[in-house]
């Protein structure tokens, strides 16, 4: 509920006012497969609903105040600050990234995330908000899926493989134009875009944690070479999936995550 002038009501509708957003925040705790989070400025986190602290593998006095720096491989800590960055600096509103997550037990599994700016009454962006589930794990009803979710399930399950946006609004039940519009509407990017995006968040993960060289990399994240690779690394990271990995690389500390 969102009022632009809270002096105009009366002291009983501005004290429900002020309640309704505690209340909607303790309704994410009815919703175990949501995890939602609020972080300030200094990317800290300052509200967790439970689901997020049992995805942490943390007690809600273990995670706040933390950032993400302290919890996630630096590799994944990057990415996830740029996100962040992208919000607290422009008041963006990212609509379901997918991102790769480091579970408590080591495992990964795939989330789409979306993040949005959270505002104070004078409209000062003063912190960032963010809703994350798992595609890997999601058992909810069919008809209960954004319908564009097909889709993106899809990406996160053939990224590696040749993928064309017919493919993509096949799954989604659509014809290719309006899937193709209607994505660009819903997430502020094309299909490919996006894509591209994924393959490339695959590619850090294998530059940072195996032995692969950076030819075979390419070919397991869905590049048909280096060079391919090469190029749209240097174009969204501004380095070389070389210099990258070795910045990031966290081989000699944590065990190789290969994806088959």
């Given at each position: 509920m969102a009022v632009k002038n809270d002096q105009m009501l009366n002291p009983e509708q501005q004290a429900f006012i002020h309640a309704s957003g505690d209340i909607g925040?303790?309704?994410?705790d009815e919703l175990p497969d949501v995890f939602f989070f609020v972080k300030d400025r200094g990317r800290?986190?300052?509200y967790f609903n439970?689901?997020?602290?049992?995805?942490?593998g943390l007690r809600s006095d273990q995670l706040l105040g933390r950032r993400d720096e302290d919890l996630s491989p630096s590799y994944l800590a990057e990415h996830y600050r740029e996100d962040?960055?992208?919000?607290?600096?422009h008041g963006e509103r990212l609509v379901g990234v997918i991102e790769l997550v480091h579970n408590a037990d080591g495992s990964y599994d795939w989330f789409t995330t979306t993040k949005f700016p959270v505002l104070s009454k004078t409209g000062k962006i003063i912190g960032v908000a963010g809703v994350t589930r798992s595609l890997t794990k999601r058992e909810a009803a069919e008809e209960r899926l954004l319908p564009l979710e097909p889709a993106i399930r899809l990406?996160?399950?053939?990224?590696?493989?040749?993928?064309?946006?017919?493919?993509?609004?096949?799954a989604a039940s659509m014809s290719t134009t309006h899937f193709a519009r209607r994505f660009k509407a819903h997430f502020g990017t094309s299909p490919h875009q996006y894509l591209r995006r994924v393959r490339l968040q695959a590619a850090c993960d294998l530059l940072s944690t195996s032995d692969l060289t950076i030819a075979e990399i390419a070919r397991r994240v869905g590049y048909y070479d280096q060079s391919h690779l090469t190029r749209d690394f240097l174009k969204a990271k501004r380095e070389t999936p070389k210099g990258y990995r070795e910045r990031t690389s966290e081989r000699a500390i944590r065990r190789p995550i290969i994806r088959g």
């Open positions: 925040l303790a309704a994410f800290r986190f300052v439970t689901a997020f602290t049992t995805l942490m962040d960055d992208r919000v607290l600096s990406i996160s399950e053939r990224y590696d493989r040749p993928l064309t946006i017919a493919d993509m609004a096949k």
